[in-house]
């Protein structure tokens, strides 16, 4: 068949979108979500070589009123404007200390912005540079979702003796639904002590949305046998999980994971240790749990920082964290070897959505708005679905501070 006749044959129709299906770049709204909704307004091109002058000038124009928060896996190019950089834990603390800035902008993703309107008071308006920089884990565990998982939970006759415990990286909607349901927020540096705050309180936990991050938490520090974990996906009947296995487990993981962390393998482990002699590897606890067995270290985000600012010269590390990050600790540590644990490139495509377009064309906004008025970008979330999730994250905030994830 020639190309001409089958162009006239063949008409391609667009799928009809179903609930879970990713939007478009740059089409389709969607606020309720982690997936993205339209960027208003005219960004400046990438190309032009004025945006670091253009986003400082702006930046200095705004003083005191704006305060700037960016997220170790933000590129360079937006970090050097960050007044404060760390995981979402640290950056969360840090919005939630800072009442006098007008302005907190935050350069991360959705739910780490969702979660500084939350902290920070009514007065303060928080902005993402881009709507659509989204989590695609977030996007795993959506409210209807965790509502009928909980049903499930009921049903099995195990929902009184069971805690909800979310990770950060999940929306407003579950932390609320977290908050609600007597359980508490965690992140990558306290999930240990969350989870033993959890057992405290009730005899199982449902961990969300990272089962990796559940499973290596509670098998690894936590020393729960691995087949007291299950898995419920939200995808099938019943979690896929009979009452029994409800019943039995103590740690019930929703299918969930990162799309950066979950790409690592422990043939990757096994790669770079042939290829680099005397190498230690240093993993994320959302990496597979077999990869974290076969690694030498795992610790949060500023567990890896501080792990290798403290490391030997001389020494070799393969590092299983967000590209941004580990170019940027290879490039302030050139007395060691720091390299990516995986051959192929694995930035986050969603962190990725801050760049220096972005970041001016929201400080110019900022600049040009009249105290009082609705800043471009801002997140704001329900102030009832933000009541329960305060409740959440202030659980986590009384934790004990100091890092759990590492050895
Ligand atoms: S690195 Fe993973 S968990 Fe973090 S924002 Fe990207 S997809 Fe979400």
Redesign the pocket.
């Known amino acids: 068949m020639l190309c001409a006749d089958y162009a006239r044959d063949v008409t391609f129709t667009e799928p009809a979108a179903t609930p879970l299906a990713l939007l478009l770049l740059g089409q389709g709204s969607d606020a309720g979500s982690e997936r993205g909704v339209d960027c208003p307004g005219e960004l400046p091109p990438a190309s032009d070589p004025t945006l670091v002058a253009r986003a400082a000038a702006a930046k200095r124009e705004l003083g005191d009123r704006v305060f700037v928060l960016g997220h170790h896996?933000q590129r360079d190019e937006v970090i050097q404007f960050a007044d404060v950089t760390g995981d979402s834990f640290k950056l969360a603390r840090e919005a939630a200390a800072r009442p006098d800035a007008e302005y907190i902008v935050f350069c991360g993703?959705h739910f780490m912005a969702e979660s500084a309107d939350i902290l920070t008071t009514a007065n303060q308006q928080v902005v993402l540079p881009d709507l659509a920089a989204g989590?695609?884990?977030?996007d795993m565990a959506n409210y209807q979702q965790v509502v009928e998982a909980w049903d499930a939970l009921s049903d099995a006759g195990v929902a009184d003796v069971t805690v909800p415990v979310t990770y950060m990286?999940s929306s407003a909607a579950i932390k609320g639904f977290t908050g609600e349901h007597g359980g508490t927020v965690c992140t990558s540096s306290n999930a240990e002590r969350a989870l033993h705050w959890a057992f405290d309180h009730g005899e199982k936990v449902l961990f969300l949305p990272?089962e990796h991050l559940g499973r290596n938490t509670a098998v690894l520090q936590m020393g729960i046998p691995l087949d007291e974990c299950v898995v419920f996906d939200p995808h099938k009947p019943g979690g896929g999980l009979t009452g029994q296995q409800l019943r039995d487990a103590r740690m019930i993981l929703w299918r969930g994971h990162?799309?950066?962390?979950g790409r690592f393998t422990a043939e990757n482990v096994a790669d770079v240790r042939a290829r680099i002699p005397g190498v230690n590897i240093l993993v994320h606890p959302?990496c597979r749990h077999e990869v974290v067995l076969a690694a030498d270290l795992v610790g949060s985000t500023e567990f890896i920082i501080k792990t290798l600012d403290a490391a030997e010269p001389g020494s070799s590390w393969a590092v299983g964290t967000?590209l941004n990050l580990v170019r940027r600790l290879a490039n302030a540590h050139p007395d060691k070897q720091i390299v990516f644990l995986e051959k192929t490139v694995c930035y986050?495509s969603?962190?990725n959505r801050i760049d220096l377009p972005h970041l001016v064309h929201s400080l110019e906004s900022l600049a040009r708005t009249v105290s009082g008025e609705r800043a471009v970008n801002r997140i704001m979330v329900d102030e009832t679905v933000a009541a329960n999730a305060r409740l959440a994250l202030n659980r986590m905030l009384a934790l004990p501070q100091a890092p759990a994830f590492a050895g």
């Open positions: 896996y993703v989590c695609s884990m977030a990286n990272d990162c799309s950066v962390h959302e967000e986050c969603t962190m």
